[in-house]
């Protein structure tokens, strides 16, 4: 009996002990979870996401459209916050007919247009709907190139910066593009593309993406004096947004550890055509228009040998009448365009020398065709010998270093009808100085 309670004394004492033991071991446990709070709250708190990380930058190339201004095509730039999902696409393309002195600007080359800043989602579907294929390609900008190019977008849409001077070839859509993309690249695609080229102009690029509307295309092409047809670099031929989307292909990068990448880091085809695309080469139509320019000319002359008969004379005063009013105000037009406006493109057009506002002069002679006894005066043979002369040297003056504007195909066309004029004319002359 003593020993079973020594025996219950000692248990008794050794659970006292582990109690003992247990609650130590809690107060330190306790304490330490005490401690460990305090000891985090001195740490430093999180390095914060470096500007740029969160952002996509991509450019939306839009294929050509059925309008006329929509034959050069388009493009946009995106930026998306992956964290929000947010995008917003920057568009330089927004211009407005009902803009004050639109037309009169337009026709002095003063355009005016503006960047805006639009969400994708709401704009996308309006070049799905009219037929035109769009690429997206996703850019590997890093971090601190994409928030320079986010930063400055914005600015730039700001409303008291939104607007800029416009011109066809070197400040249009895709110009201020392809100059913001450089800009915060550090000038990377300049200096890429600004040496290689592949020969083609500004009128070969214009003519060829206008063919579909053959009339326009005709009237842009006459209206183009040499500053077309000087030879274009990647960087200038990027005017047209399908050429820039192929040379942004090309371009090298370096990403943050120093290594060269390519700047197009994904492509995905949006959206198919359903417009045919333009062709690759502008057709070259010089001996169709030598063809039909003789064509015309021998019909000329034909018509004023069968002068006795009454629809003779009729079909060869309208044409005369009307050719001379068509060249004289297209002359006259050609005239405006270099000393009147800012289009460069169109100045010192050598057209000029074809598209001849003297030819307003003969007006008179070839409305008197109309009569049975045409006879047109000798200052009418004069002019028309005038006229014909300057047609001819548009042709000469070829072989001369200053002149390089690509005109063949007028020249092809209007000398021989300028030369069947003359002969007309001074022949019906004479026949007036014999009597």
């Known amino acids: 009996m003593i020993r079973n309670r020594r025996r219950l004394g000692g248990s008794l004492r050794l659970f006292a002990n582990l109690l003992a033991t247990t609650a130590v071991a809690l107060s330190f446990v306790l304490a330490a979870l005490c401690i460990v709070p305090a000891a985090r709250a001195d740490e430093p708190a999180p390095a914060a996401a470096e500007p740029g990380a ?47 002195n639109f037309f009169v600007n337009f026709a002095r080359g003063l355009m005016t247009y503006r960047i805006a800043a639009d969400d994708p989602a709401g704009e996308l579907p309006n070049y799905v709907a009219e037929g035109r294929w769009i690429v997206r390609q996703e850019l590997a900008f890093t971090p601190a ?19 800029y001077r416009y011109d066809y070839f070197r400040a249009n859509c895709s110009t201020r593009v392809r100059d913001a993309l450089d800009q915060a690249l550090d000038g990377a695609i300049k200096s890429q593309t600004i040496a290689p080229s592949r020969g083609f102009t500004y009128r070969m690029d214009a003519d060829r993406l206008m063919r579909p509307d053959l009339a326009i295309m005709l009237l842009i092409d006459a209206g183009l004096g040499p500053f077309a047809d ?27 550890a120093g290594n060269a990448i ?92 074809l598209l001849d506002p003297l030819c307003l002069l003969l007006l008179p002679a070839w409305f008197g065709a109309f009569r049975a006894r045409w006879r047109p005066s000798r200052f009418a043979a004069r002019i028309a010998f005038v006229v014909a002369v300057f047609a001819a040297l548009a042709w000469f ?34 026949r007036r100085a014999a009597r």
């Open 54 to 100: 969160n952002l996509t930058v991509s450019v939306y190339t839009f294929g050509p459209g059925e309008e006329v201004w929509e034959r050069f095509g388009h493009n946009a730039i995106e930026i998306r916050d992956r964290s929000t999902g947010r995008a917003i696409l920057y568009n330089y393309g927004i211009f407005d007919f009902e803009q004050e």
């Open 397 to 430: 003056v070829k072989i001369l270093p200053g002149f390089r504007q690509d005109n063949v195909f007028w020249i092809a066309l209007l000398l021989p009808i300028h030369v069947a004029s003359a002969l007309v004319l001074a022949s019906a002359s004479e």
């Open 262 to 353: 390519p700047l197009v880091a994904s492509e995905t085809e949006v959206a198919r055509a359903r417009i045919a695309d333009p062709p690759e080469f502008p057709s070259r139509w010089t001996w169709q228009a030598l063809a039909l320019g003789i064509a015309f000319a021998l019909g000329f002359i034909a018509l004023a040998r069968a002068g006795s008969h009454a629809g003779a004379r009729v079909l060869l005063a309208t044409l005369g009448t009307t050719l001379c009013l068509a060249l004289g105000v297209a002359g006259l037009v050609l005239a405006g365009l270099w000393s009147l406006t800012d289009h460069v493109s169109a100045w010192r057009n050598e057209n000029l020398l």
């Open 230 to 256: 000087q030879r274009l670099s990647y960087w200038d031929e990027s005017f047209v947004p399908m050429e820039f989307m192929r040379h942004l292909r090309e371009i090298k990068v370096r990403d943050a």
């Open 145 to 163: 190139q994409r928030a320079k190019l986010a930063d400055f977008l914005a600015w730039n849409a700001r409303e008291e910066n939104a607007q």
